[in-house]
């Protein structure tokens, strides 16, 4: 089944960069393995997978910007 991987919180900041996506579609993951690498302005932050799986798709690109709750 699929699931969706929501940003998390990453406090008051709106609209922080994806700077690097280390999954491609079809990958295999495990639980807390890296999945995208945001930048805000104090500080670099890893979203990590909450569980394992294959991943499906993938929703930003580097240079997207996001804020807390949208779907990769």
């Known amino acids: 089944m699929a699931k969706d ?5 990453i406090g008051d900041f709106k609209n922080v960069p994806v ?3 280390f999954v491609t ?7 807390e393995d890296p999945l ?3 930048e805000s302005d104090k500080a670099t932050m890893d979203v990590p997978a909450p ?6 798709d ?8 996001v804020s807390e ?3 990769f």
Not at 5 to 9: E, H, M, Q, R
Not at 25 to 31: E, F, L, N, S, Y
Not at 51 to 56: L, R
Not at 58 to 65: E, L, Q
């Open 5 to 9: 991987i929501k940003v998390p919180d």
């Open 19 to 21: 700077i690097e996506i």
């Open 25 to 31: 579609p079809g990958q295999t993951i495990k639980a």
């Open 36 to 38: 995208v690498s945001l």
């Open 51 to 56: 569980e394992g799986g294959v991943v499906k």
């Open 58 to 65: 993938i929703r930003v690109k580097i240079g997207d910007k």
């Open 69 to 71: 709750a949208p779907s």
